[in-house]
T-cell receptor, first 110, second 113 residues
Framework: KNEVEQSPQNLTAQEGEFITINCSYSVGISALHWLQQHPGGGIVSLFMLSSGKKKHGRLIATINIQEKHSSLHITASHPRDSAVYICAVRMIRNGNQFYFGTGTSLTVIP | DAGVIQSPRHEVTEMGQEVTLRCKPI?????LFWYRQTMMRGLELLIYFNNNVPIDDSGMPEDRFSAKMPNASFSTLKIQPSEPRDSAVYFCASSQGGLETQYFGPGTRLLVL
């Protein structure tokens, strides 16, 4: 069983749609990261969360520590949002080791 | 700032050869991370440094892999001898603080034939 589960694995949306990507983890964490990997391979760190909610432009990330769950929302999606979104957590157990989700591949169609 | 710089961007080598990947973190960042990404295993953390000292290398796959950080502006990841299963994209990232946002380099695509 993966320590970090993401859903969905693949997502296709029409331009303008509201998108939600989910991440669940199994044990206590010190921080959760949302990463974006573009088709060219480059990785960008979108958010680092330890509680609450963060917003940057059309992107919103939330985390519920009690439920061990985080969501990444994209409002008014655009084709340039097409990428793989990866959830990564630092777990308190195992000395703050990093664990990664398998990623959600998002395609936004014009 | 130029961001995290990695070199080379692409490397093709033959099995058994030594491979050295290089990383220059963002100036002022005190944490440096080495990751590997493959289709099969996704993204994996190999090792990370704090103030040039290796903190956790439990992700390093085996003794063929070694990483050093001789100073705050340079790190290397060495594979000796390389094997075809080492083919992957290797990312370096840095951050200011261990729990802060990480900034990733463009990655080095390694192909071992």
């Amino acid at each position: 069983k993966n320590e970090v589960e993401q859903s969905p694995q693949n997502l296709t949306a029409q331009e303008g749609e509201f998108i939600t990507i989910n991440c669940s983890y199994s044990v206590g964490i010190s921080a959760l990261h949302w990463l974006q990997q573009h088709p060219g391979g480059g990785i960008v760190s979108l958010f680092m969360l330890s509680s609450g909610k963060k917003k940057h432009g059309r992107l919103i990330a939330t985390i519920n520590i009690q439920e061990k769950h985080s969501s990444l929302h994209i409002t008014a999606s655009h084709p340039r949002d097409s990428a793989v979104y990866i959830c990564a957590v630092r777990m308190i157990r195992n000395g703050n080791q990093f664990y990664f989700g398998t990623g959600t591949s998002l395609t936004v169609i014009p | 700032d130029a961001g995290v710089i990695q070199s080379p961007r692409h490397e093709v080598t033959e099995m058994g050869q030594e491979v050295t990947l290089r990383c220059k973190p963002i100036s002022g960042h005190d944490y440096l991370f080495w990751y590997r990404q493959t289709m099969m295993r996704g993204l994996e953390l190999l090792i990370y440094f704090n103030n040039n000292v290796p903190i956790d290398d439990s992700g390093m796959p085996e003794d063929r892999f070694s990483a050093k950080m001789p100073n705050a502006s340079f790190s290397t990841l060495k594979i000796q001898p390389s094997e075809p299963r080492d083919s992957a994209v290797y990312f370096c990232a840095s951050s200011q603080g261990g729990l802060e946002t990480q900034y990733f380099g463009p990655g080095t695509r390694l192909l071992v034939l």
